[in-house]
């Protein structure tokens, strides 16, 4: 299954912001900067690629999932699915 360019596109320049933001943590790091302000910075950082992680995952359920269901490959849908909700609870 295919995903539409534009959210592919969208996704990579966000995967782009969290890097830079990655290596803007290893700056400070570097600067031993205060440490509550570093955490606020990995709070953002993980906030961001949770955000990546649901942008897939709306993707994958409109797309892949739905033909899926649709195809007869139900239960590959529903496993699939079910290690998804698993791996967020973590």
Do not use: W
């Not at 320049?13 to 290893?26: A, D, M, N, T």
């Not at 950082?45 to 942008?55: F, G, H, I, P, W």
């Amino acid at each position: 299954m295919t995903h539409d360019h534009s959210d592919t596109k969208k996704l990579i320049r966000r995967l782009k912001i969290i890097e830079g933001q990655v290596r803007g943590l290893q700056d400070l790091i570097e600067k031993d900067t205060y440490c509550i302000d570093v955490i606020t910075q990995t709070s953002a950082v993980r906030q961001a690629l949770s955000s990546v992680e649901d942008a897939l995952l709306e993707s994958h359920l409109k797309g892949c999932v739905r033909h899926q269901m649709t195809s007869g490959q139900s239960v590959k849908a529903v496993s699939e699915v079910l290690k998804v909700y698993k791996l967020k609870r973590k």
